[in-house]
């Protein structure tokens, strides 16, 4: 069974920063991509960014490039998402995901996701 377990959201000035942690456990975490993902109030769920654990590839939303940097510790079968430069606009429900299961490590085709951490950013 595949748990994901995030954990590092919190309440930020803009310009501070913050580290997501993913938890991660079963297999699905060293064959696949993951990914962090986001959710604001009445918007739709956007990728922020993902890795393909096999190869460390990642990938980063334009809106988060150069503040963001996804990555993973294989030993602790954990992810991370640095998040630095915060804006009011990164305010949201962060949420992991493992399980891919097609298309883009981007594109939100994941069968695992975690219970989400709020992160809210204040001016």
């Known amino acids: 069974q595949v748990q994901l377990v995030e954990s590092g959201g919190g309440s930020v000035q803009a310009g501070g920063s913050l580290r997501l942690s993913c938890a991660a456990s079963?297999?699905?975490?060293?064959?696949?991509?993951m990914g962090w993902f986001r959710q604001a109030p009445g918007k739709g769920r956007e990728g922020v960014a993902a890795?393909?654990?096999?190869?460390?590839?990642?990938y980063h939303a334009d809106s988060v490039k150069g503040r963001f940097t996804i990555t993973q510790d294989d030993a602790k079968n954990t992810l991370y998402l640095q998040m630095n430069s915060l804006k009011t606009e990164d305010t949201a429900m962060y949420y992991c995901?493992?399980?891919?299961?097609?298309?883009?490590?981007?594109?939100?085709?994941?069968?695992?996701w975690g219970q989400g951490t709020q992160v809210t950013v204040s001016s």
């Open positions: 079963g297999s699905t975490y060293s064959n696949n991509c």
């Open positions: 890795i393909y654990t096999p190869r460390g590839n990642t």
């Open positions: 995901a493992a399980g891919h299961v097609g298309g883009s490590c981007i594109s939100g085709n994941y069968r695992y």
